[in-house]
């Protein structure tokens, strides 16, 4: 997170903590949900046996929700919008691979035999932040376009 100062950092950071902060982001995962939206609510928690990865469960589990929806099919993937009620770190790759839709490119939470795209990273891109300002109330939005190479990779899915 970036911020003009410290004082709009900690303003922000409240913000995310009392969840008043709407993040969306798009992915590109293997294979398809069985639905077109769906919502994960599966807490989250450190692996036991390997403390830099993130589990269902694991040690010290925290509440964590993931909202979904299908922007389109592919013939071996899903373009997904995906929505955080909570942030907890590696969330959505967590969610996603526990619901069998890893996200296409992630190398510690996707499945070695999903298709990669020809992409050097994970499938995963914040689209949109919106808040109320700090210290104005106005509404704030930014957006953030796929980058190409994320273009890239999705035009090679859909042709797959």
Same mark, same amino acid.
């Given at each position: 997170?970036?911020?003009? @100062? ?12 009392? =969840?008043?902060?709407?993040? $969306?982001? !798009? ?8 639905? &077109?939206?769906? /919502? !994960? ?5 450190? @692996?036991?046996?390997?403390? $830099?990865? #993130? #589990?269902?469960?694991?040690? =010290?589990?925290? /509440? ?7 922007? $389109? =099919? ?8 995906? &929505? ?5 770190? +590696?969330?959505?790759?967590? +969610?996603?691979?526990? !619901? ?24 995963? +891109? ?6 109320? +300002?700090? #210290? ?11 980058? @190409? @190479?994320? $273009? ?9």
């Amino acid at each position: 997170m970036v911020a003009c @100062d410290a004082a709009a950092h900690r303003a922000l950071s409240a913000k995310i903590a009392a =969840r008043e902060v709407v993040r $969306e982001y !798009i992915a590109l995962v293997a294979g398809c949900p069985p639905s &077109r939206t769906g /919502t !994960i609510d599966a807490p989250l928690g450190r @692996d036991h046996r390997a403390r $830099e990865r #993130v #589990v269902v469960g694991g040690r =010290r589990p925290r /509440t964590a929700v993931t909202r979904f929806e299908v922007r $389109e =099919r592919l013939p071996r993937a899903a373009l997904l919008d995906v &929505r955080l009620e909570t942030g907890r770190t +590696h969330q959505i790759r967590v +969610h996603l691979e526990a !619901i069998g839709c890893p996200v296409v490119g992630d190398r510690r939470y996707g499945s070695g035999s999903a298709p990669g795209y020809g992409l050097e990273r994970q499938f995963l +891109h914040s689209r949109r932040i919106s808040f109320a +300002h700090p #210290v104005d109330g106005r509404p704030v939005e930014l957006e953030s376009a796929l980058p @190409d @190479d994320l $273009e890239a990779a999705l035009e090679r899915a859909r042709r797959d």
